[in-house]
């Protein structure tokens, strides 16, 4: 049967592949001699060149790339040495077009400079290395790597929906194999780097840049302070602080030596107007300080350790830093050592990373400035600066509530949840679950070190101080100041109205109260006290660490049924199923006796039994190595130089990996710190695939995926054992009964748990 016309023999191949070349070639040559003098007609001359190289690139590799071998589609009739002729003449032909481009590279180092000049943000085009990947069709295999273990499925998600949105084509996604692969190892970090994009330079790569050093003038930063009334208690309290801090950081010096300096933005958005809570205001009269506390101590050991500080608390500053073209003179947008920024965030419309460089490294922001920008941006906006967020966020954010999808499946409701951020990003006052990352306080320290040689003298041995600053928190509490009174003089920095003690319903009249007290006199009112009351509420403050360091004991009301966002108001809309078993989980775990004691204020013979106890005993001051202010610049320094959420996991080192199988229904955190180990949810995708299961004696009948938190686990029963299919549920307090957990743990340093002994 006769051959239809249309059918390709490989002459006629080879002779179209001659033509398209060679007209290809003519094209490029005309248009790199063809120049002109203004600078749109250059940029048009780039873009024009570049879609007709793209444009004719593609074309040939898709040809290639859906045809055995990488060769075009053969005849049914194949004649003699075609495969051998074709291969030849792609040889041939793909070697003249790299050529070629590496003339037209050299020639636009020439062209048009002026206009690269212009968008330093855009990082140089690297036609050869786009190019280098298409050319290997063999190389856009989904890679088997099980450290990214759920790569494969989000290559299906962008076969079905990478024109969903037009910030896919803009980072070069054009339908094939090879472009997602480059998107999801390079942009967004699901798939594992690409051996033949080894040379690739990506828009996000990292410059050399100048090195930190320890800043001890504390001059700017107290002006940048002194700019509005909300700042004024941060001011003073870093103010009075700073000789404690100018000691730690040259205690460390040595440790913070060869430290890339990073651009650091801090919003404090419950600062902001907006909020309309008054927290800087209402800090003198009564307000809630801890909030204050943790912030002002991470404005200064940012600015000690010699990064560029930037601070906003305002939704128009947020706004204008996070699209920064124009004019950053703004009263309530306050910057140290300016520079250019240049991100554009009108070149990053979508849901995608950002592209160019990012207004800052990293960004210091709360709940609330998160619900600023989004109010403002939009969860799109949000998505486009997610890796540079670390969230202050005081009682933290579970995984169950921070997948959006996953949280509303589950009837996970939260005003605070829903960020779709690792959970590593939110930074909590105390390290409450493993989960989130620990950022903590600094504790005042007022006793120099002859007072804490002469502590007992010092204290009287007959005076309690009760925490509770405002009237509604000693509700209830006759009975046991009665108990108190007994053996202690009470006193009591209690809000007050006016000068009417009457004014005050829940304070009994034998008490001695202050008023809100300077923070001087408040921490000589310390030196003298020795017994420190709770009353069950706030919870998990700081005042409880600030006494035990100036040698008090702490007398800790203990919960008989434990408190938590099922049975407790305050807790109600809280991101988190975490349970409190005192009025201070913290200090009860990892300080107790002598310091501490946990009792239940209800149980009158309990009291009197921990009162008779406190009252014959002599404590000495104490205070955890991570609540010191060299701790604490320890801890922020490592995060900063070594978090990156932007990129595949990197930190913790895999060398403090310690894998252990839990108990049915045990969740990670407990298996871990029943061994004296903690969680570390890092290390989750190291252990997310069968061969690291078997690797570490784990046997499995079986595999499946499963979107839980209690994911990666074994089913003791069946001896099933599920892989964890959404990473951003990857969780240290999951658990179910029915399952064990297979659990990362790892070691840390002794008073600094955020920290493993091969982590600095």
């Keep these: 049967m006769q051959r239809p016309w249309l059918k390709l023999t490989s002459r006629r191949i080879g ?41 004719y690139v593609k074309e040939v590799a898709k040809r290639a790339e859906s045809s055995p071998d990488g ?42 400079s002026h206009s690269v000049n212009e968008d330093k943000e855009d990082a140089p085009v690297s036609i050869k290395s786009n190019l280098e990947g298409v050319v290997h069709p063999e190389s856009c ?83 940048m302070l002194s700019s509005d009334k909300s700042l004024l208690w941060i001011k003073m309290r870093v ?89 950053r003179t703004h009263a309530g947008e306050i910057h140290h050592k300016p520079g250019k920024l240049e991100f554009d965030s009108q070149k990053n419309k979508g849901g995608c990373p950002i592209k160019g460089k990012p207004p800052a490294d990293i960004i210091y922001i709360d709940i609330l400035g998160l619900a600023q920008i989004k109010k403002t941006l939009g969860m799109a906006g949000i998505q486009h600066y997610a890796c540079y967020f670390r969230v202050v966020d005081s009682f933290g954010t579970e995984p169950e509530f921070n997948f959006r999808p996953y949280a509303k499946q589950r009837s996970r409701k939260s005003p605070w949840g829903g960020w779709n951020f690792n ?70 920095t209690v809000a007050k109205n006016n000068d009417d003690q009457q004014q005050l319903e829940n304070v009994p009249s034998f008490i001695n109260n202050h008023g809100v007290l300077p923070s001087e006199q408040l921490y000589d009112l310390l030196k003298r006290t020795k017994l420190f009351v709770g009353l069950g509420f706030p919870y998990e403050g700081p005042a409880p660490l600030e006494a035990i360091a100036s040698g008090c004991v702490f007398l800790n009301p203990k919960f008989v049924q434990p408190k938590s966002r099922l049975n407790t108001k305050f807790f109600e809309g809280k991101p988190t199923f975490r349970q409190l078993t005192s009025q201070h989980p913290y200090v009860e775990v990892f300080v107790g006796k002598p310091h501490v004691y946990t009792v239940d204020i209800d149980d009158a013979e309990s009291v009197e039994a921990a009162l008779t106890e406190i009252k014959n005993s002599k404590v000495d001051p104490y205070l955890p190595y991570e609540f010191t202010a060299e701790g604490m610049l320890q801890r922020v320094s490592t995060y900063i130089q070594k978090h990156d959420f932007c990129s595949p996991h990197t930190w913790p080192p895999e060398s403090a990996l310690q894998v252990r199988l839990s108990g049915n229904g045990q969740s990670c955190k407990q298996a871990c710190q029943d061994q004296g180990l903690i969680c570390e949810p890092s290390y989750f995708p190291l252990l997310n695939n069968k061969d690291a ?34 990473r951003l549920l990857y969780s240290c307090v999951g658990q179910d009964p029915d399952y064990q957990r297979i659990c990362p743990c790892r070691d840390f340093i002794h008073g600094q748990v955020a920290l493993c002994h091969d982590c600095l």
């Design 15 to 55: 002779m179209l592949l001659v033509l398209l070349g060679f007209v290809w070639g003519c094209t490029l040559i005309h248009l790199t001699l063809t120049r002109t003098d203004q600078s749109d007609g250059g940029e048009a001359l780039r873009k024009k060149i570049l879609t007709m190289s793209r444009e």
């Design 71 to 112: 060769l075009l589609e053969a005849p049914d009739e194949p004649a003699a040495g075609y495969g051998f002729d074709m291969k030849k003449g792609f040889a041939v032909l793909l070697d003249d077009m790299l050529k070629r481009l590496d003339k037209l590279e050299a020639r636009f180092n020439k062209l048009d």
């Design 141 to 223: 295999e989904i890679p088997n790597a099980p450290e990214f273990p759920h790569c494969g499925g989000k290559m299906e998600w962008m076969k079905g929906f990478w024109t969903s949105d037009p910030c896919y084509a803009d980072y070069g996604v054009d339908g094939s194999t090879c472009s997602f692969l480059v998107y999801l190892s390079e942009i967004e970090s699901w798939c594992p780097p690409l051996p033949w994009r080894k040379n690739f330079t990506s828009t996000a790569s990292e410059e050399p840049g100048e090195m930190a050093s320890l800043q001890e003038d504390s001059d700017p930063l107290l002006r």
């Design 239 to 327: 103010e009075r602080m700073w000789p404690q801090w100018v000691e730690a950081a040259n205690s460390l010096a040595s440790s913070l030596a060869n430290r890339k300096k990073k651009r650091i933005l801090i919003h404090l958005g419950l600062l902001s107007k907006e909020a309309e809570w008054h927290f800087g205001e209402k800090a003198f009269d009564g307000g809630p300080l801890g909030e204050l506390v943790q912030w002002s101590d991470i404005i200064a050991s940012v600015y000690i350790l010699g990064h560029d500080l930037d601070l906003s608390f305002t939704k128009e500053s947020l706004k204008r830093w996070l699209n920064p073209r124009g004019s």
């Design 423 to 492: 959970p590593l990003q939110f930074f909590t006052m105390f390290p409450h679950s493993p989960d989130n990352s620990f950022m903590g306080f600094v504790v005042e320290q007022h006793l120099n070190k002859t007072e804490i040689q002469d502590i007992q003298k010092i204290k009287r041995e007959h005076q309690a101080l009760v925490y509770g600053k405002n009237d509604y928190m000693w509700a209830g509490s006759g009975n046991l100041m009665n108990n108190i009174r007994k053996h202690f003089q009470i006193h009591a």
């Design 693 to 726: 299961m078997e690797k570490n004696g784990i046997k499995c009948n079986s595999m499946d995926d499963m979107m839980e938190i209690y994911a990666p686990s074994k089913n003791d029963g069946t001896g099933a054992c599920s892989v964890q299919s959404e």
